[in-house]
């Protein structure tokens, strides 16, 4: 505490009054660290760091695919419906994916379209997990005959996507060159007869 003056003695002496102040905040006392040991700073930890929390697997899928779960209502379709419905699988696409579904429903199947192509759209950005374009790949990463189609390729290298979902034919002959990126090149039919409960999987063939 600190000491101020007062009033004087009768003797003319000053009297000197204890005035107790507050102590200066220190930087230290100022921090307040967590306390990162106790139980619930822990948990609070745990539960701000994704980086714990499993995500369930992602799958790329080309633009046949899409096409078949929004426009054809194909039948290879609903198992990955189901998965996408339940959490159980994450769809990733960009922005350059919805530009090439977008160019082929208004110039190649605006014939065979009942929906506007902005609700299909709509309803594709609804569906799937949104990501940045891919950067121009460092790794010399296999080349798919159609360039159009190579973008689905660099996303789920760059994004760790376990499959890439197509039927097309360019894109399944890279299959074996992709293995040493963990990305397994299927058609929905592999995917679905890989990953449908046996009573799913015979519902949807007589669909």
């Given at each position: 505490?600190?000491?101020a003056?007062?009033t004087?003695?009768?003797?003319?002496?000053?009297?000197?009054?204890?005035?107790?102040t507050?102590?200066?905040r220190t930087?230290k006392?100022a921090?307040k660290?967590?306390?990162?040991?106790?139980?619930?700073a822990?948990?609070?930890?745990r539960?701000?760091d994704?980086s714990?929390?499993p995500?369930?697997p992602a799958?790329v899928?080309?633009?046949n695919v899409?096409?078949?779960g929004?426009?054809f209502?194909?039948?290879s379709f609903?198992?990955?419906?189901?998965?996408?419905?339940s959490g159980a699988?994450h769809?990733?696409?960009c922005r350059r994916?919805?530009?090439?579904?977008?160019?082929v429903?208004e110039h190649?199947?605006?014939?065979?379209?009942c929906v506007?192509?902005?609700e299909?759209?709509?309803?594709w950005r609804a569906?799937?997990q949104?990501?940045?374009?891919?950067?121009?790949?460092?790794l010399q990463?296999?080349?798919c005959?159609?360039a159009?189609?190579?973008?689905?390729i660099e996303?789920a290298v760059?994004?760790?996507?376990?499959?890439?979902?197509?039927?097309?034919r360019?894109?399944l002959?890279?299959?074996?060159?992709l293995?040493?990126?963990?990305?397994a090149?299927?058609?929905p039919?592999r995917w679905?007869?890989d990953?449908?409960?046996?009573?799913?999987a015979?519902?949807?063939s007589?669909?």
């Amino acid at each position: 505490m600190e000491y101020a003056p007062g009033t004087s003695n009768r003797d003319g002496t000053p009297r000197w009054a204890c005035a107790p102040t507050k102590p200066a905040r220190t930087a230290k006392s100022a921090e307040k660290p967590a306390i990162i040991g106790t139980p619930k700073a822990r948990s609070n930890i745990r539960s701000n760091d994704v980086s714990t929390i499993p995500l369930p697997p992602a799958a790329v899928l080309d633009t046949n695919v899409a096409l078949d779960g929004l426009l054809f209502a194909e039948p290879s379709f609903a198992p990955l419906q189901r998965a996408l419905d339940s959490g159980a699988l994450h769809w990733l696409a960009c922005r350059r994916m919805h530009d090439e579904l977008a160019h082929v429903l208004e110039h190649r199947l605006a014939a065979r379209r009942c929906v506007p192509t902005a609700e299909l759209l709509a309803r594709w950005r609804a569906g799937v997990q949104w990501c940045a374009d891919p950067a121009p790949a460092s790794l010399q990463l296999p080349r798919c005959r159609d360039a159009d189609d190579q973008v689905f390729i660099e996303l789920a290298v760059e994004r760790r996507a376990r499959w890439l979902i197509t039927r097309d034919r360019a894109l399944l002959a890279l299959a074996r060159r992709l293995r040493p990126w963990s990305v397994a090149v299927v058609t929905p039919q592999r995917w679905a007869a890989d990953h449908s409960p046996p009573q799913a999987a015979a519902a949807d063939s007589l669909a």
